[in-house]
């Protein structure tokens, strides 16, 4: 079977940051440059970039290009916050539906996410978080097993994944990207929306001590939840 063009694409570049011929923030080549070396349309290569854009492998920045995102940790100027407590804390009623638990084979952007080895083990969990029995976000997880071994004999309808993960590799260190986006079919119906509306989508990565410890995308309809933060500043007065 022949592998997608759109596919092809994605490996070229994720073989090129893997043998550290493309570097941090280094530019990648434009649609333009990939719809001419690939021989395919700009959907395709644009599909190719902004896939590995959404795993957090790359990073766009508008009129400027596509660039090899930092994979070193990096402060977070978001609160991670358990979303139980987020929902008890509205007086609400909280319930996690698990959709999927499972061990798989690490793909390339996986791998990379969680510094193992290409098809190396991993563990993967599909949850959505209700409030109210209302599906509230959905919340896709690879794990590091090295990190957090027993991930798959949790009962997740008892705690979260953050609150088991907080306890076996407390968390020293998180990046995010956040971003609005259309969900696909799939992702309608595990959110329970009758027609595609904006979705609020978090990629999260997060390390311990230890390494990198998970790597998550978190999906929420954006008319029923948002983000907020709280910075706090010195006083460079003297």
């Not at 090295?146 to 953050?162: G, R």
Request: neutral net charge; aromatic residues 8%.
């Amino acid at each position: 079977m022949t592998t997608p063009k759109f596919a092809q694409i994605k490996q070229f570049i994720v073989d090129n940051i893997r043998s550290g011929a493309w570097l941090e923030n280094q530019r990648v080549p434009s649609e333009n440059e990939l719809t001419e070396q690939f021989s395919v349309s700009r959907m395709t290569a644009r599909r190719a970039l902004s896939e590995l854009t959404e795993a957090g492998i790359l990073t766009r920045s508008q009129g400027l290009g596509t660039f090899v995102a930092s994979f070193k940790s990096q402060s977070s100027l978001l609160e991670i916050k358990n979303i139980a407590d987020e929902v008890k804390a509205r007086n609400g009623n909280y319930s996690c539906t698990v959709l999927v638990l499972e061990s798989i084979n690490a793909l390339a952007p996986i791998a990379i996410a969680l510094g193992v080895e290409v098809n190396s083990v991993v563990y993967r969990s599909v949850l959505v978080h209700n409030e109210n029995e209302l599906p509230l976000q959905v919340e896709e997880r690879f794990v590091n097993p090295a990190l957090a071994s027993n991930y798959l004999q949790q009962d997740f309808t008892a705690l979260t994944p953050h609150e088991y993960l907080s306890s076996v590799a407390p968390l020293t260190e998180a990046r995010h990207t956040v971003e609005a986006v259309m969900p696909n079919s799939e992702m309608c119906q595990w959110l329970n929306l009758y027609h595609e509306e904006p979705c609020l989508q978090v990629i999260r990565r997060t390390w311990s001590s230890a390494g990198i410890v998970s790597f998550a995308r978190l999906v929420s309809p954006g008319s029923k939840y948002r983000l907020g933060g709280h910075l706090t500043f010195k006083n460079n007065k003297k």
